[in-house]
């Protein structure tokens, strides 16, 4: 009766300690401190998907542009990122020249080419904004191109207009058609 007794003191012992186990296993896994083992890219053929991603592109003559975004989702057969809620920070010799924000877009590994839609909004020096609702940059060219209306707005005038070309190299702007300026603050007067 004794040993009876005993073994069933141990077998729930054993058990609850299992248990026990089992149950801080799992609590480790949910809570992401522990990596299960996975199969390489290569052998899975999976698309990836990220949050918080930072990613900046250099070359020969350094930082090229830095783009962060809230989720990207990589597409291994098209080789394109499909991004939400972006930044970009572009450079041009080593200085910050245009920082923008987009609600969406795709980035183009192969061919350097990041496009973004949806409430664009493009800042350089202090006072300088341009809005519009796509942007296209072409990494091999260093342009920034769109066919949609833009306005842009400083502290002296605004400018709309529909189609732009931006070469970030030498910070010109081309505004296609349509253009319409208006200086802000300037009394005309007649002498």
Known sequence: ???????RIAAITLTTCILIIIGIGLCIVYRGDVLLPALPLSLAKLDVKADKVSYTHTDG????????ANTAL?????????LNRIRVTFYSRGK???????????????DK????????VARSAPDTVLRTQSLVYRGKTGLITTQDPVDIKTTRMQIKGIGMTLDLESQRMQIHRSIQSRMIGVSLWRG
């Open 61 to 68: 003559n350094g930082r090229r542009w830095t783009l962060e």
């Open 1 to 7: 009766m004794r040993k009876t007794r005993i073994f």
């Open 113 to 120: 080419l990041m496009t973004v839609r949806g409430d664009v």
């Open 96 to 110: 910050e020249v245009l920082f923008l924000t987009a609600n969406e877009g795709e980035l183009q590994a192969g």
């Open 74 to 82: 990589y597409d291994r057969d098209r080789q394109k990122a499909l």
